[in-house]
Structure formats: C-alpha cells, structure tokens
C-alpha cells in the first residue's frame, strides 16, 4: 500500500537552531499538506500546496516558518530559528482529490530544548 | 469560519461495548465529512467518509451518516476490541471559497478494557 513518506522520525534540536523536515507524498498526490500536531490536540493546517503553488499558508508563521515544494513533488518545511513553543508533531499529507481524504505520514516529533 | 466539535474524551469502555463518539460541524458549503484515527506515535489513518448527505461510511466495523439535518457525524461500533484504543479525529473539507480547507476536531480518545 502506498505511504506517505516522512523524515526524520524524531528530532531534538536547541531553541534558536533551524531544523528541517521532508515529505515525500503518495505518487500523483497533486495535494499535499502540512500540518502541526500540539500533544493531546487536533492537527491544524500550516500550509497547503496544489502541485508547486501554495494554496493557502494563512496559518504559517511566515516570520520563522517556510515550506517548498519545488518540482510539484517532495517538500521540505523548515523552522528557524526553532523556539521552545515549536515543539510538537508535524505532519504530512497528501491526497489525490479532496473528496478521497488524506492519506497521512507517521509524521516528525520534534522536541526544542 | 468553518469548524468541528467533538465530545470530550477519554471514553473508556469495556470489551464489547457499544461505542458513540459524538461529532458536530459548522460549514459554509457542503463538505465531505472524515473520521481518522490516530494510534500512539503514528500518524492519522483514514477511518471511513462520506461525501453528501445521507451518505454513510462504513470501515472495520465503524460507521458514522452523514446528517445535513444536524449537522453530526457520529461515529458508532457496535462491539469494541481492545485494539481499537486510540484518538479519534473527526474532520471536513469544505469547498467554499474556492479552495478545500481541511479542519479537524480536537480529538476523542477511546481506551477499551478487556
């Protein structure tokens, strides 16, 4: 079965360091998602991309946070710098049309210290 | 905004027991409507969906009707396993705007006793 793929599965960093997290989407997922996950909440929505355009990033903190998705394919999300508030499960997901759901990564779990 | 109320969990049942997670929503449009469920340490899985009004979804002995009337989407089992211990998701996808914006609940969490 195809999977969303994600990396890496765990990350510690120091608060004021960047980090980065990659996606790779299900082949011929033309969304994908990115989405933060507070311990003990609901996912919420930091950017969307349709192919290489952003579609909505209205809750992207746009002041430490930037995503990509250059060829219309993998992405890569990145923090910097990384502050204590950050830390958290960030997920990805890609879907084929919005009406067949998301199919979801295993996602990174990123702790600041 | 668009938005989705869950019932407060944990809900704690028993082997066998007949399972409600209530499910509300609040759209602008005609959404499609998801339960997703999250097992510890992994990402969401997709549970069931349902794409218009009187529609139900049905997965692994799950299922949850789409009531426009209501606006609920209640996710049942009629005999929980152990197994089914997680957090539960539910979510739409609504289209007004132009573009689908997904939004999910807070989260229900199910632990199943033997």
């Known amino acids: 079965e195809a999977e969303v793929a994600q990396s890496p599965r765990y990350k510690i960093t120091e608060k004021s360091q960047a980090v980065a997290f990659w996606c790779d989407p299900i082949s011929g997922h033309a969304t994908l998602y990115w989405y933060r996950q507070i311990l003990g909440q609901g996912p919420e929505l930091l950017v969307q991309f349709q192919d290489e355009s952003v579609v909505d990033d209205s809750q992207l903190p746009k002041d430490r946070f930037s995503a990509e998705r250059l060829k219309g394919v993998d992405s890569t999300l990145k923090i910097q710098p990384a502050e204590l508030g950050d830390s958290a499960m960030y997920l990805c997901?890609?879907?084929?049309?919005?009406?067949?759901?998301?199919?979801f990564g295993s996602g990174t779990r990123l702790t600041v210290v | 905004g668009d938005s989705v109320t869950q019932m407060e969990g944990p809900v704690t049942l028993s082997e066998e027991a007949f399972l409600t997670i209530n499910c509300t929503y609040t759209a602008t449009g005609y959404p499609s409507l998801f339960w997703y469920v999250q097992y510890p340490g992994e990402g969401l899985q997709l549970l069931l969906k349902?794409?218009?009004?009187?529609d139900k979804g049905s997965n692994k002995g799950f299922e949850a009707t789409y009531r426009k009337e209501t606006t609920s989407f209640h996710l049942e089992k009629g005999s929980v396993q152990v197994s089914d211990s997680a957090v539960y998701f539910c979510a739409l996808s609504d289209a007004s705007g132009g573009s689908y914006i997904p939004t999910f609940g807070r989260g229900t969490s199910l632990i199943v006793h033997p």
């Open positions: 349902a794409t218009k009004a009187d």
């Open positions: 997901a890609s879907s084929l049309a919005e009406d067949y759901g998301y199919t």
